[in-house]
C-alpha cells in the first residue's frame, strides 16, 4: 500500500512539474525584441476600440516612441495553449524603416500574429496602462 502510494504522489509530482514548466512565458521586452530584432522603431500607430467608436493615434515623438517600448519591458506573458488565437480590437503598430510589426491587445491579453499572450497575473497590463494614461491625439475613424 506505501508503495502504490509513493508511486501515485511521484506521478502527481511529475504532471504537476510539467504543467508548470510546460506553459511558455516571456516578458513584453522579449516579445517585441523578437519581433522586430535589431531595426529602429520610427513611429508607433495605435487604434483602440471603445463603445463602438474606433480612435487612432500616430505616435512620432521619441521619448513617447521609448515609453511605449520600455515602461511595459518587464510585463511577464503567458503563451495560451488555444489553437486559435482571440480576435483583440485594440493594435499597436510598430513602424521600422522596412517594416510594420502588429500586436493586437485587450486589458489581459497580447497576440503576437498566430501566438495569444495572457498577462502574467503576477503583473499589470503595463502595455494598456501605458497607452491609457499617455496624453495622445487621437482621431477617430
Known amino acids: 500500500m506505501k508503495k ?10 511529475v504532471v504537476t512539474i510539467f504543467i508548470i514548466f510546460s506553459n511558455e512565458s516571456l ?11 535589431d531595426e529602429d522603431v520610427r513611429y508607433i500607430t495605435v487604434e483602440m ?3 463602438d467608436e474606433r480612435t487612432v493615434a500616430s505616435i ?9 517600448l520600455n515602461e511595459p519591458a518587464d510585463m511577464v506573458l503567458e503563451e495560451e495553449s488555444s489553437s486559435t488565437p482571440p480576435v483583440l ?7 521600422t524603416t522596412h517594416n ?14 498566430s501566438t495569444a499572450y495572457t498577462v502574467d497575473g503576477q503583473s ?10 499617455t496624453d495622445l491625439n487621437w482621431d477617430t475613424e
Open 49 to 51: 476600440e471603445s463603445q
Open 27 to 37: 516578458t513584453y521586452e522579449e516579445l517585441v525584441t523578437e519581433m522586430i530584432d
Open 100 to 113: 510594420s510589426y502588429t500586436l493586437h491587445f485587450d486589458r489581459d491579453r497580447i497576440v503576437s500574429g
Open 89 to 95: 480590437e485594440n493594435q499597436i503598430t510598430f513602424h
Open 60 to 68: 512620432e515623438e521619441d521619448d513617447v516612441v521609448n515609453d511605449l
Open 124 to 133: 499589470e497590463h503595463a502595455l494598456y496602462n501605458q497607452i491609457s494614461n
Open 4 to 13: 502504490l502510494s509513493a508511486l501515485i504522489i511521484g506521478i502527481l509530482l
